[in-house]
């Protein structure tokens, strides 16, 4: 996002359905939202618009309120969940809101995009974006992430299809990951990596 929504944008959000995050427009300001990352269109027919995790949080945040501001390895103002290895990575009460806020976006974004509702596994939402999807499981977990001054995850693309690595500089750090990949609906398999690299996660979304 390269500006802040609009006033009329900012109703419509404000006006969301504050359980499932649904949304109601013109064509033209709920594409505009998509292409904010603010909203998603549903797959399935009448094809509602519902808020993203980072569209719950704006609306959080509250119609008098200025967008919140994002962590520094965002380039677009939208929320990111963290990768690892961004610079100055702090932890502190409103990061932990947002993450909360986003996590609980996702989990109704699982249930709406669902045929059966279930929110235990990931939703094609999430395989879109693999590791930012997987950094959010782990950073809603509590697992901190990597950064200039201290150890924690890093989370990095893979060549295989609907994989990511997960890596910890520390065994129980990396078996805590795994934990809570796990309970987020990721499959995990741990490995060694080429030339005493140590270990890492490899996780996919779990389908059923």
């Given at each position: 996002m390269t500006?802040?929504?609009?006033?009329?944008?900012?109703?419509?959000?404000?006006?969301?359905?504050?359980?499932?995050?649904?949304?109601?427009?013109?064509?033209?300001?709920?594409?505009?939202l998509v292409v904010l990352k603010l909203a998603f269109r549903h797959p399935r027919p009448p094809h509602d618009h519902f808020l993203t995790p980072a569209g719950h949080l704006l609306r959080e945040a509250g119609p008098e309120s200025a967008?919140?501001?994002?962590?520094?390895?965002?380039?677009?103002?939208?929320?990111?969940?963290?990768?690892?290895?961004?610079?100055?990575?702090?932890?502190?009460?409103?990061r932990a809101r947002e993450v909360r806020t986003?996590?609980?976006?996702?989990?109704?974004?699982?249930?709406?995009?669902?045929?059966?509702?279930?929110?235990?596994?990931?939703?094609?939402?999430?395989?879109?974006?693999?590791?930012?999807?997987?950094?959010?499981?782990?950073?809603?977990?509590g697992c901190p992430p990597a950064s200039g001054t201290a150890p924690g995850y890093r989370v990095t693309a893979t060549p295989q299809p609907e994989a990511v690595a997960v890596r910890h500089p520390e065994p129980a750090g990396l078996a805590e990951c795994a934990a809570a990949l796990q309970r987020a609906?990721?499959?995990?398999?741990?490995?060694?990596?080429?030339?005493?690299?140590?270990?890492?996660?490899?996780?996919?979304?779990?389908?059923?």
């Open positions: 500006r802040p929504p609009t006033a009329a944008q900012r109703r419509i959000i404000d006006a969301a359905d504050p359980r499932t995050g649904r949304i109601s427009g013109s064509a033209a300001q709920l594409t505009r967008p919140p501001e994002p962590p520094p390895a965002a380039s677009d103002g939208v929320f990111t969940a963290r990768l690892g290895g961004e610079p100055d990575t702090v932890a502190s009460p409103v986003a996590w609980q976006g996702l989990m109704e974004i699982r249930r709406m995009t669902h045929p059966d509702g279930a929110t235990d596994r990931p939703c094609a939402w999430e395989r879109g974006r693999l590791p930012h999807a997987a950094a959010l499981a782990l950073e809603a977990a609906g990721w499959q995990v398999s741990e490995h060694a990596a080429a030339r005493g690299g140590g270990r890492y996660l490899l996780a996919s979304p779990r389908r059923a």
